[in-house]
């Protein structure tokens, strides 16, 4: 059942997503933007907690669930440190994540050979 929620959780969130792009004159970056940016202020207010709990990988794996990991960093390092937190909390808590998109995009790059469009 988890799996299914996760899936179905997922989905909406991409297809909301699909829907702001296709209806709105918004740029992928922007929409992107919006994205991460809801995530923090949810897990600002604490309403993305409860929800990520129940949606699993549904709610942590889309952008929000990038924005929510930035502010939890966020907010455990100025808890421990004081204002430098605030500039220092997020790579540390995002670092993972992002390094692994890194990498495995630039294995995949090897694999799959991407060609330049002429």
């Not at 829907?19 to 923090?40: F, H, N, Q, S, Y």
């Not at 600002?44 to 409860?50: D, K, M, S």
Request: some cysteine; overall charge positive; aromatic content about 12%.
């Amino acid at each position: 059942m988890d799996y299914i929620i996760a899936f179905l959780v997922g989905g909406a969130i991409c297809a909301l997503t699909q829907i702001l792009l296709d209806k709105t004159k918004l740029l992928p970056g922007r929409v992107m933007v919006i994205l991460v940016c809801t995530g923090a202020v949810l897990g600002a207010v604490g309403l993305y907690e409860p929800f990520a709990k129940w949606a699993k990988a549904g709610a942590s794996v889309p952008l929000t669930g990038f924005g929510n990991a930035l502010f939890q960093g966020i907010k455990k390092s100025v808890d421990q440190e004081g204002f430098i937190g605030i500039f220092k909390g997020g790579f540390t808590a995002s670092a993972v994540g992002v390094s692994a998109a890194l990498i495995f995009s630039y294995i995949a790059s090897w694999i799959f050979n991407p060609k330049m469009k002429s």
